[in-house]
Nanobody
Framework: QVQLVESGGGLVQAGGSLGLSCAAS????????MGWYRQAPGKQRELVAH???????NYGDSVKGRFPISVDNVQKLGCLPMDGLKPEDTAVYYC???????????????WGPGTQVTVSS
């Protein structure tokens, strides 16, 4: 079964750092675009960072310069190091990716279950 699994969330003080990872598991033929989104209580889900299969990146205004997204297409693993964390970065972070399963050969959107990031002041 193809799925995404996030890891690396937790609790950190303001100004600290955390690193998130997103691994595609199962029989995956190809990893396409990957992105991170976050949702804070009472707010809509918003873009954090996105990277296309060709390496083009796009960031939410509030994280530009702090959360550089990267992906290893061979390992089918995405990483999001987060530096200079602020209390307003507190949210559940979700990984999204376009994966092509080996059995179907059809690209589909997948979401991870989410990982909590809490930044204390």
């Amino acid at each position: 079964q193809v799925q995404l699994v996030e890891s690396g969330g937790g609790l950190v003080q303001a100004g600290g750092s955390l690193g998130l990872s997103c691994a595609a598991s199962g029989s995956v033929f190809r990893l396409g675009a990957m992105g991170w989104y976050r949702q804070a209580p009472g707010k809509q889900r918003e873009l954090v960072a996105h990277i296309t299969s060709s390496g083009d990146t796009n960031y939410g205004d509030s994280v530009k310069g702090r959360f550089p997204i990267s992906v290893d297409n061979v390992q089918k693993l995405g990483c999001l190091p987060m530096d200079g964390l602020k209390p307003e970065d507190t949210a559940v972070y979700y990984c999204h990716a376009v994966l092509t399963p080996l059995d179907s050969g059809i690209p589909r959107n997948y979401w991870g279950p989410g990982t909590q990031v809490t930044v204390s002041s």
